[in-house]
């Protein structure tokens, strides 16, 4: 495995979807305002959107005469809530179809937004079209864990994939964990079961887990885990269908939700369980700090040509600057060049084997 | 739908694997003398495992008198770790066989057990085979949720389900969900999916929302549901594919895990936060008790014919006792019977439609 991550490319532009999220075009501005501070930051950012509204935004923040931004003019926004395939029929000219036509382009090498997953799912598939040798991209995920954080994918792109596409993923997911991380030991790759038992789990797993072996040292896969290990630091990777990563995804997030509120219903009750919370409040807000989803909000599109990352819908400018910065770590340290070596050397092992 | 669960069977005995679970044969016979001070529990409980450690336990309880108790020999205890089938082709005197051997001979009318999952799964449905109409028998489970308690299913006995499995499943969680809930008003069931719309999950998720709808008054099905609503309190059956619902389980266990652990952490950082925590010491134990999977811990098999009901390898006393309660509960309200009727109905719509 080509563990190297230090050789470091230069960043053009990142193009940033600024209409398509739940708070709107000015929470965008704030986080590009926010970026620009750091000292890794992209050279440049394209805003696409609609340039009156962006401009006026930008004077408000004094950026508007900022050699780092230009702005894209795009008229019409995709809702959250609108169908992906009729949503990129029907604006042709919207800010997400916009962001990844700049990219195809040449213009920008990334594309950053918060808004319709779908769409922006398949806008990026129709558009830049899969890497050589793979055939379906992949929703890749960052989760905290006991020991760290994680990379959970698919989450969502492909619920049913072939086990040649969970091999591909693990390999784009190492090297999200790469980019992201730049650890020195290569990221453990754990294959999502109901068991540790090879015997175990459906078809799948158990076609995946044997072609998972021939992949040699192209990655550390550890082998079947079970629901058990996704949270307890056992692997830096958990793969997994879209389907299960999916419902995996939502329903943890749902669980936290209903913790966080079984606390806070309880804590109301009496003056003395109030007296302790406030006794207690830097400790949840330490916890809240290492499960805040904004530290690593960008969840990539994997398997592109071309870096399209996608922040939630309800970003704030923390979570999109976030994102922001994903997107730059990906450019600069080639994620889709290395990962299409690695999956071409993939695939020549899993058909000579 | 047949919503009646007030007529009720006399309950005749209940065996009792007393050997299985990693806390020993002391355990159980502690979870027997719990169970037989209920005002509602079981007449008669046959206790299976070896008879000189089990009359021993017993008499140290002055239980061994008891005429509502009798011991079972079987000589032999399958370990958590056995492979299965050949677990039960080798142990055949163990005690895990010789309880759902005593349901198959109808001397006990249901069998409960803490131990090895796969040697349970596999020796009841290969002794008492699945009942009319059902190819595949389901591992149901109850979890806390939002707004009470949850029936989901299966969680691991059949990860490669057809979508006909599905509709016997939700069928047979419902009533699971009547027998232990007894509230009046239908469950409603909802089928785990990726998104609410029909157009989403894969296909076996798409052909089973086809079938659930065909199935008229015999469930109460809502439609396609997602993670996010899995805990929220939406739906009392979450019906998913065991490959799912098995990932599903372990890793909500695991994601709870990690967050008391820091939780705990953070907490014994600083003297404050350790008064804070004392302060809070009701609160903590309240919602523990809310989330206490000792509450409801009898996993049925659902499917056979016969009950089957599995509690978990580590349950104490009181997980124990709840599981030999729920045993109680589906012989006293006919679970099986109920469950077989609408089953046989589901197939003939699933058939004519």
């Known amino acids: ?13 990142i193009a940033v979807d600024a209409m398509g999220g739940d708070l709107g075009p000015q929470e965008v501005v704030e986080a590009i305002a926010l970026t620009l501070k750091l000292s890794n930051s992209p050279k440049h950012i394209t805003l696409v959107g609609q340039e009156d509204v962006l401009f ?13 931004i230009d702005v894209f003019h795009a008229s019409e926004i995709i809702g959250m809530h609108e169908k992906p395939v009729q949503s990129l029929k029907q604006k042709k000219d919207s800010s997400l179809v916009r962001s990844i036509e700049l990219v195809k382009l040449g213009q920008c090498q990334a594309a950053v937004s918060c808004g319709n997953t779908g769409s922006l799912m398949a806008c990026g598939t129709l558009k830049l079209r ?3 040798g ?7 995920s960052i989760w905290p864990g006991k020991t760290g ?7 969502g792109a492909n619920p049913s994939p072939k086990p040649e596409h969970l ?4 390999i784009l997911g190492s090297w999200h964990h790469k980019c992201i991380f730049q650890k020195g030991a290569p990221p453990k790759v754990g294959l999502l079961s109901i068991g540790t038992e090879e015997s175990k789990g459906h078809e799948l797993v158990q076609a995946t887990n044997e072609l998972l072996k021939r992949t040699g040292d192209l990655i550390n896969y550890i082998g079947p885990i079970e629901g058990f290990q996704v949270f307890n630091g056992d692997v830096d990777i958990v793969l997994c269908d879209g389907f299960t990563g999916n419902v995996l995804l939502k ?15 309880e804590i109301k009750r009496t003056p003395w369980r109030i007296a ?20 690593y909000s960008g969840a990539p599109l994997l398997g592109l040509k071309g870096n399209v990352i996608k922040s939630h819908g309800s970003a704030n400018r923390h979570a999109i600057s976030a994102a922001i910065m994903a997107a730059t770590d990906f450019v600069r340290h080639d994620l889709n060049q290395h990962a299409e070596e690695d999956i071409l050397l993939a695939n020549e092992r899993m058909k000579s084997s």
Chains 1, 2 share one sequence.
């Not at 563990?3 to 532009?13: A, Y």
């Not at 793979?134 to 890749?140: D, I, T, Y």
């Not at 936290?256 to 219903?265: A, G, N, P």
Request: charged share 25%; net charge positive.
């Open 56 to 68: 006026s935004l930008l004077k408000s923040k004094k950026l508007d005469n900022d050699p780092r």
């Open 276 to 295: 302790g919370a406030l006794l207690l409040s830097g400790c949840f807000k330490s916890i809240k700090g290492k499960l805040n989803p904004d530290r």
């Open 1 to 13: 495995m080509n563990n190297n991550t230090s050789s470091k490319s230069s960043v053009g532009s």
């Open 167 to 170: 091999v591909h993923n693990a």
């Open 149 to 155: 954080h994680f990379v959970m994918l698919d989450v």
């Open 134 to 140: 793979v055939e379906r991209p992949a929703l890749s």
């Open 251 to 265: 329903s943890s997030e749902g669980l936290y939700k209903m913790l966080k509120s079984e606390i806070k219903h």
């Open 130 to 132: 899969t890497m050589p």
